[in-house]
């Protein structure tokens, strides 16, 4: 079975395109996951603290904080991905660096993995923050009052009340979030970030096996997507542990 397996990735064979030292491109291919899950975990982390301020700042905060986060998320989630991407890559930057300048200082060249997670993180925070306060919303506000007759501060009744119900409900939509940050890493390409799809482009034009490449970084991206799947389910039982099931609209 071993030496079956083995013969798979032998030059001769269609697999062999995988293999992992040249002319197989299995480790090019596996370094343009890894760079695809880094960004993807950096942008979803970054938008999630976006997120959960923001959502926070609608609700609770003064009439300047909630304007501004109004409009931060209706012109994120108002403007293709794509555009923003070109935008924050292009435009930011040249920005920086005419200030810099301006005021005596060298141009500087920001690190791109910093600037796709930068990038995408500001996209996804849109999108969470609108989760996270559509999850808080959903709180019963009566255990809220009851918190604060109890004499409980704000912060304690948001880690002990707010917070874990807050989770209960955002779960499924930060599920959603995470697989459409996974899937926006392939927008990266456009400005030369050697994630997944670029690197699956560019092996598919080397070798002219256009099906076979992309076939394998979309069972790449399903692997991704299943697991995923899974985690998530498994902290929403767990966040949802002691109350009723609800199956077929029947509890």
């Known amino acids: 079975m071993l030496a079956y397996l083995t013969s798979l990735f032998e030059p001769g064979h269609a697999l062999g395109l995988l293999a992992w030292s040249p002319p197989g491109w299995g480790q090019v291919f596996l ?15 970054m938008g999630l603290v976006i997120g959960v301020i923001g959502a926070f700042g609608k609700l609770y905060g003064g009439e300047v904080i909630r304007d501004l986060f109004s ?8 403007v293709p991905e794509l555009v923003e991407i070109l ?18 200082h060298d141009r500087i060249t920001l690190p791109q993995l910093l600037v796709g997670i930068t990038v995408l993180g500001v996209v996804v925070g849109a999108y969470m923050t609108e989760v996270l306060r559509g999850a808080i919303l959903a709180v019963p506000h009566g255990q809220i009052e009851a918190a604060r007759a109890y004499g409980m501060p ?9 917070m874990p119900q807050m989770l209960m409900n955002a779960l499924p939509g930060m599920s959603n979030l995470w697989l459409n940050t996974n899937k926006d890493t392939a927008l990266l390409a456009v400005i030369g970030f050697n994630e997944l799809t670029l690197t699956t482009a560019q092996a598919a034009g080397s070798t002219k096996a256009y099906f076979f490449f992309f076939f394998a970084a979309g069972v790449l991206y399903m692997i991704i997507s299943i ?21 077929g609209g029947v509890i």
């Not at 890559?89 to 810099?100: D, E, H, R, S, T």
């Not at 704000?154 to 707010?162: F, Y």
């Open 31 to 45: 370094t343009g996951l890894l760079r695809t899950m880094e960004i993807s975990v950096g942008a979803y982390t």
């Open 71 to 78: 409009i931060y998320t209706t012109v994120v989630r108002a």
């Open 87 to 104: 935008i924050l890559f292009y435009a930011v930057p040249n920005v920086i660096n005419q200030v810099l300048v301006s005021m005596g």
């Open 154 to 162: 704000p912060a304690m009744v948001a880690r002990r009340v707010t």
């Open 227 to 247: 697991l995923s799947g899974r985690v998530f389910a498994f902290f929403e039982r767990r966040s949802r542990k002691g109350q009723p099931q609800i199956r």
